[in-house]
């Protein structure tokens, strides 16, 4: 082939190749990229009612721990009052004596016998011991009696592990009867001693009469 036609073949193969590789690059340009996933609505809605629900139970959980915890405090705080109360009626209960008598009955001694624990269990606790007599007799006989008869439930009580400074005597004699009348029933009322809480047991206060 003479040298001319051969230059002018690789001149033109030379340009092909030049087009080709322009046109390669246009195509790979002109590739469309892809446009990012629109997410779906109801996937959002969906996943917002999960962490709702979610927090409604966390909260709900919450308030139920705290409704138990509250149950249980209430529980205690009962108990705890019944206790006092239970303590309260034995310890301040009233004792009777029969006539002119400052012996100890045995329903005394079983009333008195229920105070111990209750004594024993609050160091704390003191008592004012009351005596009192019914009407018969003379007012300075019924205040020596109704002494007698509140000494003879101190020395009970002191005789079974109750320090004495922890228990002070009164006596009323006739003074403040338990019932009014002038009948056997009436008398046997108001021939007692009393218990009153001066300090420990909860609250003080006075055995009702």
């Known amino acids: 082939m003479p040298r001319p036609f051969r230059l002018a073949a690789v001149l033109f193969l030379a340009a092909a190749a030049i087009v080709s590789g322009a046109c390669n690059r246009r195509r790979a340009v002109a590739v469309p990229v892809p446009a990012p996933a629109v997410a779906n609505r109801d996937s959002i809605d ?3 009612r999960a962490r709702t629900d979610s927090l409604a139970r966390v909260d709900q959980a919450r308030r139920d721990s705290l ?3 509250q149950a249980a405090a209430d529980s205690v705080s009962r108990m705890a009052s019944m206790r006092t109360e239970a303590m ?3 310890v301040m209960s009233p004792i009777y004596f029969d006539y002119d008598s400052d012996a100890l009955s045995e329903d005394a001694r079983s009333k008195l016998d229920a105070k111990l624990p209750f004594l024993s269990a609050d160091q704390a606790m003191r008592l004012r011991i009351a005596g009192h007599a019914d009407e018969r007799g003379s007012d300075e006989y019924n205040l020596a009696l109704g ?3 509140a ?8 005789q079974r592990g109750i320090a004495d400074a922890r228990i002070e005597i009164i006596s009323y004699g006739e003074e403040r009867p338990a019932e009014q009348g002038a009948d056997e029933s009436v008398w046997r009322q108001n021939r007692r001693a009393e218990f009153e809480i001066t300090a420990g047991g909860g609250q003080p206060g ?3 009469s």
């Open 206 to 208: 006075t055995s009702g």
């Open 88 to 90: 309260r009626s034995a």
């Open 46 to 48: 969906a996943a917002a």
């Open 147 to 149: 002494q007698r008869r």
């Open 151 to 158: 000494a003879a439930a101190k020395r009970y009580l002191a």
């Open 67 to 69: 409704a138990r915890v």
